[in-house]
């Protein structure tokens, strides 16, 4: 077992995958068994696959939180950076100086969060700020909230700015970002015309101050 998951009152423990030293775990009340893809889905569930054995899945730190917290995953990881001129890549981190990541001045960098993720159809994942890391070092979401779509098959990543004047320092198991889950519509595009339907006839601005 690698660790376990606290998710509205039951504890979840992790299990390894078969295929490799990833493991897989389900974020849900129920007990927690390794899923294929083609496995048939009696509840939904976020699917959560650990890509290191130390890298930790999105946790809510109460009952009551919206948010998943999401951790940054930096040991022996480059990381992408840009200052909206250029794309590099930093050196990466090592446990020689704990993790530790100094993101420049006005730069913006792909944070690797260490897993990957399936949620279910019509469920969005939304990245947003938190609070503390905010107020406290000055990081920015710069596309918040960012959107992770369900069928997307990639290691999750969070895009971070520093718009402090000096270098902003992250480590490696930060909480870096949290995630809100949202279920949205998608309809038909068809094309018509569009005629005024209720007693509104401005654009912006024309409601007032």
């Not at 794309?87 to 960098?109: H, K, Q, T, Y």
């Not at 005024?196 to 007032?208: E, H, Q």
């Amino acid at each position: 077992m690698h660790g376990a998951v606290q998710v509205d009152g039951p504890t979840c423990a992790l299990r390894p995958s078969a295929s490799s030293c990833a493991s897989i775990i389900e974020l849900s009340s129920h007990e927690i068994v390794p899923q294929s893809p083609a496995a048939p889905r009696h509840h939904e569930a976020l699917i959560v696959e650990l890509l290191h054995e130390d890298a930790q899945p999105p946790q809510r730190a109460t009952a009551g939180s919206a948010g998943y917290d999401l951790r940054a995953y930096l040991l022996g990881r480059s990381i992408k950076c840009s200052d909206g001129v250029r794309v590099w890549d930093a050196a990466a981190a090592d446990r020689e100086n704990d993790g530790l990541f100094s993101l420049p001045s006005g730069v913006n960098a792909l944070i690797p969060l260490g897993f990957k993720a399936r949620m279910p159809v019509g469920v969005e994942a939304q990245i947003r700020p938190r609070s503390g890391t905010s107020f406290k070092k000055g990081l920015q979401i710069p596309n918040a909230p960012g959107t992770i779509d369900s069928d997307y098959p990639d290691e999750w990543m969070v895009t971070v700015r520093n718009p402090m004047p000096h270098a902003v320092v992250i480590e490696h198991g930060e909480r870096i970002a949290q995630m809100v889950l949202s279920r949205y519509e998608t309809l038909p595009i068809e094309s018509g015309v569009v005629v005024v339907s209720t007693d509104r006839t401005g654009g912006f601005g024309s409601t007032g101050r």
